[in-house]
Structures are given as C-alpha cells and as structure tokens.
C-alpha cells in the first residue's frame, strides 16, 4: 500500500511575551484536522528552517513590541531580510501568509509584521493569502479567529496552485488534496495577493477580515422564546470539540419557555458572567478546538521549608534598597504619584541613562496566592516541590516545559514568582476549564465565553473588567482544574519597567523612577476594587509611607525594603548627542519621568561646559490641578530660572480657570499653540520630539495635532503630511516611549 504524506506548510513565528507562539502553536495543532503537516519553528531557530530552500507555503506569525520593535526571537531575522545585499529575487519561489499581532494604542501598529511582510515582497516573495493585522486594543481574537478560519483554504490553495505550476513540495499529494478538499473552488493564489503600503490600506484588511468573521449560522432563538432563569444545559457536549483539530458545533435544546399571555417574555435575565439570557443560552456555539494538554506536574513532599526571597534569574538582577520615598501628588489628588529613590551605589555596572527604563520584579500578591492554592485545594501543598515535564503523548506541536518555572522550587514560590496569577483568562483557557466543571449550566456558560457566538459577553465580562483567573474560578465554582492546566495557561509573571527620572550626573549612586499607583475601582462586574499589581506592592513595601516634598525625605525605616531590578537600554530614546541640537520634550503626568534625567543630566553638562552652545530646549507638561499633581513643580521652575529648559509650557486640564476660559487644557493644545516654534525646530532646525507617557490617549492625540500642524505648515495633504511624520521617526528624530 502506498504510505499516504500529507502536505506540509512551514509555520514561523516571532513573539516577545507568548501570543504570537501560542497562536502558531494552535495552527500547527489544528493542521492535522485539516489534511496537513505543519513544521513549527521560532524565527530565531535557523537550524530548523531555510527558507532559502523552501517550496512548501509558509505562514508567519509576528508581534511588535516596544515602539514598533520586533520581538526579541525575531530580531535576527528581520535583520536578515532588510539587508541591502539581497536581490529582488532573492525569496522569488516563496509564498507566505502572515498575520501580524499589535496593538492599536501605540504607535507603528504592527511594525514588525509589515517589515517582514514588505522586506519579503521587495525580495520577490508572493502572498497567498491577505495579512491579518490583530488589535490587542480591542481583542486580537477579532481578527486572529477569522483569519485562521480562511487560512485553511488558502493554503490548500497555494499548495494546489504549486502543484499544478510544478513548483509545489509533494506535487502528487498536493494536488490529491485538492481534489479531495470539500472546497474545490479556491480562488488562484494571485488573487489573494495584496500589497499593503499605507495605513488605509491595512485598514481595509482588517475590516475585510472583521466582515469575513460574522458567521452565517448563528442560531437565532424564536422571538417568543425566553429563558426559565436557568440557561440551556449543554446537549451532548464537548465529545467533539475535545478532539485535537476539530472545532465543534455543540447544539444545545432550547430551554423551556415562559411567557406571558401575548407571548411576551416575563421576566427580562441580564447577562452577568455566570448566565446568559436568551438568544445567547439556546444558540448553538462554535467552541474552539480543546488545547492538548502538554504537561505533568507532579508534587514533591520535602522536609525542609525553605524562605522565599525573589525571583529566580537573581544572577541578572540586582536587588537595590529604596533609600526614599516622596509623595509627588497633593493628598487629595485623584491619582497618588510616588517618587522611588534607589540605592544602586553597590552596583556600579548599573550604568543607566536619561532615556532608559528598568524592570521591576515585583511578586503576586501573598493572599491572592493563597486564595489560589486553597481554591485549587493545594494549600497543605504548598511547601512542596514543582516537578514539570513534558507529556510523552502530548499532541501539542512544539511542547516545551516553560522555562520559567524552575525544577525542584516549592509551589508557593511557582505561585508567588512565576505565573502571572491575575492575567485575563484566555478563550483557550476557557475552553480547558470546560473540561474540569461539574455542573452542566457552569460548563454551559463557560462554553458560550470562549465560543464565536459568545465574543461579546467575553468582552463584557472577562476582558474588559480585567477578569482574573481566581475572580473566575471563583464565580464557577464547580471548576476544579488541575494544577498542569494552571500552569500551561498563566503567562509568565512579567516584570514592570520604569523610566529612570533622573541623571547619574546629578545623583551618583541613585536611580529615581516615578509612577503611579494603578486603583481598579470596585464596580458592578467586579465587587471588590484592587491595586496595580506592582504598584500596590511597591506601595505596601514603603509602608509607613511616604513623606510630603519639603519635609525629611530619607526613608525612615531602620531597614529600607528592597527590590529587584534590571536595567533595559533603550538607544534611542536619547537626548541628542550634539548639544547644539534643539530638542521639544512632551511629558504630562509621569510621562514627564525621563524628561527629568534629560534635563538634570543637560544642567550638569552646561555647569562643567560654560563654553559649549547648547540647544533650546522646550518641555509640555499636563496634569489636572496647579496645586494637586503638578509633578516637579520647584525643579522645573529652577531648570528654567537657571537656563537649562528655554520654556515650560504646562496646562491644568481640572483647574477652573481654565476649564471656563480658552486656556489650554491638554499637552497638544499647548503644541498647537506653539505651532511655529514647533514645526521650525523639527523641520528646519534638523531638531528632536519626544513624547512620553499615557499610549491610550495623549500619544494618539499628540501624533494627530503633529501631523495637523505639518500640514499647516508646509501645505500638505494628509498622506504627505502623514509621510513626513513617518520620515521623521526614521530618523529618529520623532521618539516614542509610551504606555498604556
Ligand atoms: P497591573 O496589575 O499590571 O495593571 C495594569 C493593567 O491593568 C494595565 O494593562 C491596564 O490596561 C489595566 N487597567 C488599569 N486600570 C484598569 C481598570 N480600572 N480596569 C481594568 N483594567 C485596568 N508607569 C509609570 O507610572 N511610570 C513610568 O515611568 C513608567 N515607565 C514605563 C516605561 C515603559 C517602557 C513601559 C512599557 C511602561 C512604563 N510604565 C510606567 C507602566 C508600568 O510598567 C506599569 O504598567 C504600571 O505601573 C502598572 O503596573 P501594575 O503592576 O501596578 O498594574
């Protein structure tokens, strides 16, 4: 008998915190349902690909980080492609597909995906299917589920279309596929080709992929029909859907009705995260595929119980004493602005610059990992040690045992230092949890959040409240998942960056950094209001508390608490290395952090050199109230008294006076106002912005007045204006560092 191949297809992938990987993981798993092998391998595993050689369709799955970077995992690569050196032709017998993953709040959305996707056209590659640009603004989920969907019959296109020209990996069997696929209807691959060049474009696409993914069978209840307070049970569930590869259809019988005498429902159930009312709780749901299992974990019983005391990777860290501790913020201020001082004298290769920020490692919360090990009922465990090693039978493409969680360290410390306890519950975690819940109308509505039909109240009810997985374990009480799904699961406990605010210069030994406590008020879908995770710690750890500016700012403490940290470079985020150069700085809130260091590290530099022409410089500061949370008020007003800053535009966006009269209220405002001196430092006098701070509102806002103001001022439209502004960031003279 002759052995039957399947057609194989390469997936690539390049991913800074997991999504991406975990999305290319899921496609190579889902492959085999679909008649195909898929090669899976990180972009930076060279040994495991050549895509010099490849004539098999290739998908690549690609995130953006930092102010369009590409991931870590992906450098290497891109580095690769971008060369010079490469010929037109140079990838001229390769197809591919990509989906890019990025966010909307920050700026160069997608980056990296349209670097490769661009640098793999100019080299002559061909696209088989359109570029999916997923928003973790809104949900990637929006875009990554549809584009998936559509994937399967491109690639059994493009593999189809290789087989007739020839050019294909298995002609025979590629075109067997073809024959056999259910869809003999594939559009040639060249119609799928796209070129994104400009922002409207991309776009397009995604509102194209966003209208591919209304789905045509929803079923929708009878008018009439209305719930009897309990949702449906679920008919006949998950047999299908815990099938690797097979994205199950569960049907569910509608639940008995009551309705009033015109055939009016009675009683109208709001939906809250544990029910549904109807059409939802008697839809059929689209429930994504159950994610195999990879790991075992099993639990160690040792004699001793050991102390514990920070992270794991304590080789690349330093643990610095905080040696003061300053409220920046007024008392009745609506956020609490903290200024941390550290003692970093005992490590001299700390050498930080204005411009760079630094990682926080900061823990889980003692009584939330508590809750956690009591809900899962391990708390007599939790001195013991974490063994995790990979299943044998695991159908995981790629499995590896994270590399995170250390071997041989006790449970309480996985929980407290590694595994981020309070990240949103996945869908796919959703889905697993499915398999682990008792009651039938638990299991229900678990299966309605991760399936198609129930994207909204996923939204409403998980994503958006910042749902944690104790939160949700908590709501679904029958759900008792065992310890290896937990830890398959929960991402990796990341640590938080800082902006260092201020200069070696002025505070040898010292690193400052400025932040504020992030407050998750109580609200409707979450009872209990709670603190940032670091910044509630950071908080706690400085207990008494910090002292007013003015008063004694030394810590008070006998021992001063300590925490860890690493510094993260950021090269270009710079002041200007020629003094000479002009330089606008936009910085409300704690955005104005780095500013700080610039200003403090060009105060020392003009004391020690008189004779050198220094640069105008211009800060925009922001903040709701003259006398509440304007952040370095005296150190500011004396940069300006001693030269140092050449203006200092500052706004109050709460004052009364301003509100009522035409003050300016925001940061852009200020620009706007300014608009001259602006545009002539940046276009004319071959000078340097740098915005930092809130990514969600202020940066958009700023970038637009930006691009308004160019218009203005050189009388273009907006494509050209948007050009410019594009330009200037390539030349880095336009910078970024933003949050959100
Ligand atoms: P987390 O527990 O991580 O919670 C914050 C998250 O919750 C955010 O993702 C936010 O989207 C979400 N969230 C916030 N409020 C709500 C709400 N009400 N409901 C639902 N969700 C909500 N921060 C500073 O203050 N100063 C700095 O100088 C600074 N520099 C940075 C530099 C860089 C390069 C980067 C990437 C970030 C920087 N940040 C800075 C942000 C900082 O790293 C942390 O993200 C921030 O302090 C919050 O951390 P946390 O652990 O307290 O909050």
């Known amino acids: 008998m002759p052995c039957e191949v399947k057609p194989r297809f390469v997936v690539l992938y390049g991913s800074q915190k997991g999504q991406a990987q975990s999305i290319a993981e899921g496609i190579a798993e889902e492959a085999e349902g679909h008649g195909l092998v898929a090669d899976l391998s990180c972009l930076s595993q060279n040994e495991k690909y050549n895509l010099e050689k490849e004539n098999a369709p290739v998908v690549f799955i690609v995130s953006t980080t930092g102010d369009g970077e590409p991931p870590d995992n992906a450098l290497q690569f891109v580095r690769r492609i971008k060369k010079k050196t490469l010929s037109t032709d140079h990838y001229k017998h390769l197809c591919f597909a990509l989906l890019a993953l990025g966010d909307t709040n920050y700026a160069n959305f997608c980056n990296c995906g349209k670097t490769i996707e661009r640098c793999l056209q100019e080299l002559g590659a061909k696209q088989f299917y359109a570029t999916g640009y997923a928003d973790d603004g809104v949900g990637l989920e929006v875009v990554v589920d549809s584009w998936i969907e559509g994937l399967w019959k491109a690639i059994k296109g493009a593999l189809s279309k290789m087989a007739s020209d020839g050019t294909g990996p298995l002609k025979g069997n590629a075109e067997d596929s073809a024959k056999e696929a259910p869809d003999s209807s594939i559009p040639d691959v060249q119609l799928n080709l796209l070129s994104i060049t400009d922002h409207q474009n991309c776009d397009s696409v995604r509102a194209s992929v966003d209208t591919d993914s209304k789905f045509a069978s929803v079923a929708s209840s009878s008018a009439s029909a209305t719930s009897d307070l309990r949702p449906a049970s679920p008919a006949g569930s998950t047999g299908l859907a815990s099938l690797p590869g097979v994205t199950a259809s569960v049907s569910t019988s509608a639940p008995k009705t009551h309705t009033g005498d015109a055939g009016v429902p009675q009683v109208a159930l709001a939906a809250s995260l544990t029910r549904s009312p109807p059409p939802l709780s008697e839809s059929s749901l689209n429930v994504p595929a159950l994610p195999p299992s990879y790991l075992d974990v099993s639990l160690q019983e040792v004699d001793t119980t050991e102390q514990i005391v920070g992270p794991v990777n304590k080789e690349t860290l330093h643990q610095v004493p905080i040696s003061r501790a300053v409220q920046l913020t007024s008392g009745d201020s609506v956020k609490t602005a903290l200024l941390l001082e550290l003692d970093i004298s005992a490590y001299p290769t700390m050498a930080y610059q204005p411009g760079d920020s630094f990682d926080v490692f900061c823990p889980n919360r003692a009584a939330e990992v508590d809750n956690m090990l009591l809900r899962l009922g391990l708390q007599n465990q939790r001195n013991h040690h974490v063994n995790v090693s990979l299943r044998k039978d695991t159908k995981k493409k790629g499995a590896r045992v994270p590399s995170y969680i250390p071997l041989n360290f006790p449970l309480l410390f996985v929980f407290t230092w590694c595994l981020e306890i309070r990240s949103v519950p996945k869908k796919a975690f959703l889905r697993a949890l499915v398999e682990h819940t008792g009651d039938d109308v638990q299991r229900r509505r678990l299966q309605e959040l991760c399936s198609k039909q129930g994207a909204a109240d996923y939204n409403l009810f998980v994503r958006d409240p910042s749902l944690s997985v104790l939160e949700l374990l908590t709501a679904f009480p029958s759900c008792s998942p065992p310890l ?86 950021n090269f270009s985020f710079r002041p200007p290395s020629d003094p000479s150069v002009p330089f606008i700085m936009v910085g409300p809130g704690t955005g104005v952090a780095p500013f700080i260091g610039f200003l403090q590290q060009r105060e020392e530099d003009r004391q020690k050199n008189p004779e050198v022409v220094f640069g105008e410089t211009w800060l925009f500061f922001g903040c ?23 203006h200092l535009k500052v706004c109050f966006s709460r004052d009364d006076e301003e509100a009522t009269t035409s003050q300016p209220r925001y940061v852009q405002h200020n620009l706007l106002l300014n608009s001259q001196h602006v545009t002539d430092i940046l276009l004319k006098q071959n000078g340097c912005l740098y915005v930092c701070g809130d990514a969600k509102n202020m940066a958009k806002d700023v970038n637009e007045t930006l691009m308004e103001m160019i218009k203005t001022e050189l009388q273009l439209d907006q494509l050209e204006a948007m050009k410019r502004l594009a330009g200037l960031r390539e030349e880095k003279r336009y910078l970024q560092d933003i949050w959100g």
Do not use: M
């Open 484 to 569: 290896s799904l937990l830890i398959e699961h929960l991402p990796k406990l990341q640590p938080r960056p800082y902006s260092a605010a201020s200069s070696r210069l002025r505070h040898p030994g010292k690193l400052h950094f400025v932040f504020n406590v992030v407050e998750f008020p109580a609200c409707s879908r979450r009872p209990a209001g709670r603190r940032g995770l670091c910044t509630g710690w950071l908080v706690d750890l400085i207990n008494p508390g910090p002292v007013f500016p003015g008063k004694d700012e030394s810590y008070g403490s006998p021992a001063p608490p300590k925490i860890h940290v690493s510094v993260r470079s």
């Open 624 to 646: 709701r109230h003259r006398d509440g949370d304007y952040l370095f008020r005296r150190e500011l007003e004396g940069f300006v008294s001693s030269g140092t800053l050449s």
